[in-house]
């Protein structure tokens, strides 16, 4: 018997069928359906399918990823996350193997993708407080290094990805930029992020290199069993931009999950980290760089956390989830861009 | 009419029974989300409890920084809270912006006393070992979502 939950029971006929002609398989048959918990912004779930014939055939494990009803601002739409992530796939990046899209309204009534299902833990704090998980933490530090590294050769021009807007006029002040509109939007007045935006805008580093960036590459978006990485997950926020923007969102001071003397990402320090990604990249980490892009990784997480609160204050999406990180993150975040940037640290004016 | 116990006193033994009793029974999955009812409440009591206070106390600070102080000009005194408050981010948001306050010690201090005073309120445990004003940066971790 099939168990099939909530509003994809409506849709079986025409999900099978497309499941069976994407796999190229004689038929294809739902087992079960059910909702993973995860993404405000995104609906998975996880699909145990019966295939018969071809490369698919036995039971397969997958997950189905389509739109929740509402979505910030600042993501992609499940069509561009999918070529991004088969384009880290490509280039070698530890992803749970992308499979098919399908932007037919006809099967599900929204578009959607699947992909092989992957196992682990990716819960931030769970990461980070339980050390039998990831295996020995350096080396995960350097493994992430490393699939940093390989995310970081995919550059523009990119055939499968030009959808992706070039930063202007270039990825720091583009950030200050953007964080500016989505403030203004917002309507209430933050002179605290506003401060660190000025610092931002006042000390950018020049314009350097461009390149696929994730941009919230951090714990908590990968996934993690008893002997190491197994997914890097969350690829809606991908642009180009700065190598350096996702090594500092890693090791900002708010994705370290209690762990604030561990500073790549709450579970090593940072040498091994830079380690896997400079020896992966060829490239030289540029800590000062890295250390611009921490003040605005804590900007841009204050902003997406007060968007989040928005939608739930205006009633868009009623989620107590939301409603608490609209209040509870920004003073923190704010407090903290303030004390990075304090007067002593405004240079050249 | 007797108002006893009050509000945030109510608020405050409803979150107890929360966190000492009913969490415990509670299977796995639904615990996170007990947590964030415990955390609301929390939230709404500092409110009652601060009964504006610190509003107030950032009406002042940003009016002495414009030399608005009550009394001098009058204007904040015959305005409610909330729009003076606005009003007065909203000048000094668009002096930062303009660049007409870059590295200002007196606007860094007042922002800095601000988003501690509003951290007091919504989540004072991450304020426990950050470091008094002065004594710059890097002491405690943000304590972020998920």
């Keep these: 018997m099939s168990v099939v939950e909530g509003w994809l029971a409506d849709t079986l006929p025409a999900l099978e069928s497309f499941l069976s002609k994407s796999a190229g398989a004689q038929t294809a048959r739902l087992i079960e359906a059910r909702p993973l918990s995860g993404g405000a912004i995104q609906e998975n779930w996880l699909l145990a399918v019966d295939f018969t014939g071809e490369a698919f055939d036995g039971r397969q494990a997958l997950v189905l990823r389509t739109d929740a009803p509402t979505a910030v601002a600042a993501s992609l739409s499940r069509a561009q996350e999918f070529a991004v992530h088969l384009a880290a796939w490509k280039a070698g990046v530890t992803v749970a193997e992308p499979l098919w899209l399908c932007e037919d309204p006809a099967v599900l009534g929204r578009v959607f993708y699947v992909m092989r299902r992957v196992t682990g833990e990716a819960l931030g704090r769970r990461v980070v407080a339980d050390n039998d998980l990831g295996g020995d933490r350096s080396a995960l530090a350097e493994r992430l290094g490393r699939e940093l590294a390989r995310l970081h050769t995919i550059t523009p021009p990119h055939p499968g990805l030009s959808f992706l807007e070039m930063p202007e006029p270039d990825a720091a002040h583009a950030a200050v930029t953007t964080c500016r509109v989505y403030l203004d939007a917002l309507g209430n007045p933050r002179p605290g992020l506003e401060w660190g935006l000025r610092w931002c805008e006042m000390h950018a580093p020049p314009p350097g290199e461009v390149v696929l960036v994730h941009q919230d590459f951090r714990t908590g978006n990968y996934m993690v069993d008893d002997s190491g990485l197994t997914a890097i997950l969350d690829w809606e926020f991908s642009t180009w931009g700065d190598p350096m923007s996702d090594l500092g969102w890693f090791c900002a001071k708010c994705w370290r999950f209690s762990r604030d003397d561990l500073e790549a990402g709450g579970i090593a320090t940072r040498e091994p980290f830079y380690r896997g990604y400079e020896a992966e990249s060829g490239r030289r980490v540029d800590p000062d760089r890295v250390a611009y892009w921490e003040v605005m990784a804590h900007i841009r997480w204050a902003v997406i956390a007060l968007q989040q609160g928005a939608r739930t204050a205006a009633g868009d999406e009623v989620s107590l989830e939301l409603g608490l990180t609209g209040r509870l993150f920004p003073p923190e975040l704010e407090l903290t861009v303030l004390e990075a940037t304090p007067p002593a640290n405004w240079t050249d004016i | ?146």
Excluded at chain 2, 25 to 40: F, I, Q, T
Excluded at chain 2, 59 to 83: F, H, I, N
Excluded at chain 2, 86 to 108: F, K, V
């Design chain 2, 1 to 146: 009419m007797s108002n006893k116990p009050d509000d945030a006193t109510l608020l405050n033994l409803a979150r107890r029974v929360l966190h000492d009793d009913l969490l415990a029974d509670l299977p796995e999955a639904a615990r996170y989300r007990a947590r964030m009812v415990g955390n609301a409440m929390a939230i709404a009591a500092r409110a009652i409890t601060d009964g504006g206070h610190t509003r107030e106390a950032e009406r002042k600070a940003l009016a002495a920084l414009y030399d608005e102080a009550p009394g001098s000009t009058g204007r904040v005194d015959a305005e409610p809270l909330d729009d003076a408050v606005t009003r007065l981010n909203w000048w000094l948001t668009a002096e930062i912006r303009a660049g007409r306050r870059d590295g200002d010690a007196q606007a860094h201090a007042l922002l800095v006393e601000c988003a501690r005073a509003r951290l007091r309120l919504v989540n004072p445990k991450t304020l426990r070992g950050r470091k008094e004003q002065g004594d710059v940066h890097r002491t405690n971790p943000v304590n972020p979502k998920g």
